[in-house]
T-cell receptor, first 115, second 111 residues
Framework: KAGVTQTPRYLIKTRGQQVTLSCSPI?????VSWYQQTPGQGLQFLFE???????NKGNFPGRFSGRQFSNSRSEMNVSTLELGDSALYLC??????????????FGEGSWLTVV | DQQVKQNSPSLSVQEGRISILNCDYT??????FLWYKKYPAEGPTFLIS?????DKNEDGRFTVFLNKSAKHLSLHIVPSQPGDSAVYFC??????????FGQGTRLTINP
């Protein structure tokens, strides 16, 4: 069974640009979550989608947005990039909406560098 | 407000010995706890989880202990192996709320 697939794996963008990251969940998984990891900051929750609806949202500015498609694939978008957005963006999927007992499974991440 | 804390940024253990990674939490509503392992340039890999109705869960060399009264979680790895060298994250959730992660502890297993 294929794992969570994220594309692109690595990318470099310039300040002010926008970026779109893509995530294909494990087959059959309907919930997709996004996390940002920066050095010393651990994993910061961005948002979670289930059945094309955003269920939870983290404490990030409106420049960060996401969506989920009917096939459960998800994209996240960051507009007007800032240097501080340089991070590893991780997508995770789980079979159901996030509730007690559901484990999430991560992809390998997309490394974004903003210059 | 950091609801899940891993107070040790790093830990060094000799191969074959026990590694004990600790995690504290503040939210008494958390009812599900997980440990993830992360190698550089890879996504976190799920290791083991525990529900708040239990106080211990084992899976091979990995055992997670939960002390609800102390709001403390620990991961024991016995015996420690060189391949266990990685960053370990604990995480917790309350019902349908988001999974909250600690800052991570870098474990180094020395030969």
């Amino acid at each position: 069974k294929a794992g969570v697939t994220q594309t692109p794996r690595y990318l470099i963008k310039t300040r002010g640009q926008q970026v779109t990251l893509s995530c294909s969940p494990i087959s059959g998984h309907r919930s997709v979550s996004w996390y940002q990891q920066t050095p010393g900051q651990g994993l910061q929750f961005l948002f979670e989608y289930f059945s094309e609806t955003q269920r939870n949202k983290g404490n990030f500015p409106g420049r960060f947005s996401g969506r989920q498609f009917s096939n459960s694939r998800s994209e996240m978008n960051v507009s007007t990039l800032e240097l501080g957005d340089s991070a590893l963006y991780l997508c995770a999927s789980s079979p159901f909406a996030r509730d007690s007992g559901n484990t999430i499974y991560f992809g390998e991440g997309s490394w974004l560098t903003v210059v | 407000d950091q609801q899940v804390k891993q107070n040790s940024p790093s830990l060094s253990v000799q191969e074959g010995r026990i590694s004990i990674l600790n995690c504290d939490y503040t939210n008494s509503m958390f009812d599900y706890f997980l440990w993830y392992k992360k190698y550089p340039a890879e996504g976190p890999t799920f290791l083991i989880s525990i529900s708040s109705i239990k106080d211990k869960n084992e899976d091979g060399r990995f055992t997670v202990f939960l002390n609800k009264s102390a709001k403390h979680l620990s991961l024991h790895i016995v015996p420690s192996q060189p391949g266990d060298s990685a960053v370990y994250f604990c995480a917790a959730s309350a019902g349908a709320q988001k999974l909250v992660f600690g800052q991570g502890t870098r474990l180094t297993i020395n030969p």
